[in-house]
């Protein structure tokens, strides 16, 4: 089992350029996420999905798109990159919500600077 | 509004020695508890969760510690191992949605020889 999957690892882009984060899993989970952990922020989400077709936004989705058209994939989209977005991007998914029995399991991130 | 406030920032303890980790939080209606460990250039994973109708969960040398009335939890880290060393995130869920955790601002943890 691959679990999360997250590509690129590393990236680097200049302001003004977008971009998409891929996500992807394979355990049939129905709710993923979007999470951006900065030092001394901790982990904040951007967004997230409760099933294919629906999405909703966290804690800071400015700047950010994203769309679930399969219970595999959940894409993030930069549309005009800002050095503020300079960040660690987790992908996160849950079987039926992040609830006791249910926890999130992580991506290993993608390393994202903007110049 | 941050929900779950983390402390310390940082820690460093000898090989054996207990490594305790705070977090405090707001909101009464949060359901569970749950504690992320995350190696450097790894994502977080669970380490240990407890639900807020227990004072005490053990798995291991990791015990997490409720205080209800004072909105506290703790983690607890017995025998601490060099293996032991990275961040550690106290989180709750969101009440009423799902797949919504919010976390602490993180605690790196070294464990030295």
């Known amino acids: 089992n691959a679990g999360v999957t997250q590509t690129p690892k590393f990236q680097v882009l200049k302001t003004g350029q977008s971009m998409t984060l891929q996500c992807a899993q394979d355990m049939n989970h129905e709710y993923m996420s979007w999470y951006r952990q900065d030092p001394g922020m901790g982990l904040r989400l951007i967004h997230y999905?409760?099933?294919?077709?629906?999405?909703d936004q966290g804690e800071v989705p400015n700047g950010y798109n994203v769309s679930r058209s399969t219970t595999e994939d959940f894409p993030l989209r930069l549309l005009s990159a800002a050095p503020s977005q300079t960040s660690v991007y987790f992908c996160?998914?849950?079987?039926?919500?992040?609830?006791?029995?249910?926890?999130?399991?992580f991506g290993n991130g993608t390393r994202l600077t903007v110049t | 509004q941050q929900q779950v406030k983390q402390s310390p920032q940082s820690l460093i303890v000898q090989k054996g020695g207990i490594s305790i980790i705070n977090c405090a939080y707001e909101n009464t209606a949060f359901d569970y508890f749950p504690w992320y460990q995350q190696f450097p250039g790894k994502g977080p994973a669970l380490l240990i969760a407890?639900?807020?109708?227990?004072s005490e969960k053990k798995e291991g040398r990791f015990t997490i510690s409720f205080n209800k009335s004072a909105k506290q939890f703790s983690l607890h880290i017995m025998d601490s191992q060099p293996g032991d060393s990275a961040t550690y995130f106290c989180?709750?869920?969101?009440?009423?949605?799902?797949?919504?955790?919010?976390f602490g601002t993180g605690t790196r943890l070294q464990v030295t020889l």
């Open positions: 407890i639900r807020p109708d227990v």
């Open positions: 999905s409760v099933g294919a077709g629906i999405t």
């Open positions: 996160a998914s849950t079987k039926d919500g992040s609830s006791y029995n249910s926890p999130l399991h």
């Open positions: 989180a709750a869920p969101t009440t009423g949605t799902a797949s919504k955790l919010t």
